[in-house]
Structure formats: structure tokens, C-alpha cells
């Protein structure tokens, strides 16, 4: 068994759509950055890709490229998926934790864990999802971003070499 950690942070501004772990939240702002800027599936993307020793999610899908810009993360976990089961190896569990202070996350949990268990074919309860908030601290508290920690493990299958 292999693990990985990730983590992302995007900055919230009005006028965009809030993505997170691949379902769309309403709220008064959302998260910028190139692609939909969905923290949470870029956090489970490093840390899958870590866990395998195959780079970060720039190194695979970078900011300078046009063909990803406005693109859905899905889609992006849908590619890690192949890039893993090319290198022989599965996903065992994902888990995250996604830090903001508002909106309350609560109701979406189960949506996000259905969203990223389907990307990587997966059944659901080998994904979990949980949200807190930072009290009021840092930018997180502050409602200036979201930051995502994630960890995943993965098991080499047939065909695997060391």
C-alpha cells in the first residue's frame, strides 16, 4: 500500500461559481483559478498522484495551458484514474477535509463523496469528506479562501513491479 497527501488552497471572489469536490454550491462567491478551481478534487488529484510517485497536478495539467482553463477537476481525477491504472496500481481510500467558514458544507458532503467515488470508480465508502471551519482565522476565517487537505492510498494490482 502506497499513500499521498495533497493540498490546495484557491482564493474566493465574487462573480465566480464555488466547485467543490466536483458539485456546484451556491454562494456568493467562488474560487479562482484556471481550471474550475475546485480545491478539493486538486488535493485528491496530489494526493493520488503522490502516492504513486507520479508528480503533482501541475506537472500533469498546467496553469499555462489553454486546453484546461475554465475545464471540470472531474474531468482531470477522471485522467489520474488512467494514469494510475497505467503505472498498476487502484485507489484503496480517499479522505479530505476542506477548511472554510462558510457556506456550511454539511449538506453537500454526500454529494461531493458520490461525485469523487464516480470519477474514480470507486464505491462511496472508500471516500469521506469533512468540513470545518478556521474560527475566524487566517484567510480561510476570513472568507478571502478555501484550502484543502487531502490524503489517499493505493494498491499496487496485477502487473505491478517494484
Do not use: W
Amino acid at each position: 500500500m502506497r499513500t499521498g497527501i495533497g493540498y490546495d488552497l484557491h482564493i474566493l471572489k465574487k462573480g465566480k461559481k464555488l466547485v467543490l469536490g466536483g458539485v456546484e454550491i451556491d454562494f456568493e462567491k467562488g474560487l479562482s483559478g484556471h481550471s474550475d478551481a475546485d480545491a478539493a478534487v486538486h488535493a485528491v488529484c496530489d494526493a493520488l498522484l503522490g502516492a504513486a510517485g507520479l508528480g503533482d497536478i501541475g506537472s500533469h495539467f498546467p496553469n499555462t495551458d489553454e486546453k484546461y482553463k475554465g475545464i471540470s477537476s472531474i474531468v482531470l481525477l477522471k485522467e489520474i484514474k488512467e494514469k494510475l491504472k497505467n503505472n498498476n496500481y487502484e485507489v484503496n481510500n480517499i479522505d479530505l477535509t476542506i477548511i472554510c467558514e462558510k457556506p456550511a458544507l454539511a449538506p453537500h458532503i454526500e454529494k461531493m463523496c458520490k461525485s469523487i467515488a464516480r470519477a474514480m470508480d470507486i464505491p462511496e465508502r472508500d471516500v469521506n469528506v469533512k468540513a470545518t471551519t478556521n474560527e475566524g482565522a487566517g484567510q480561510e476565517g476570513r472568507m478571502e479562501a478555501v484550502s484543502v487537505m487531502a490524503v489517499a492510498t493505493i494498491i499496487p494490482t496485477a502487473g505491478y513491479k517494484k
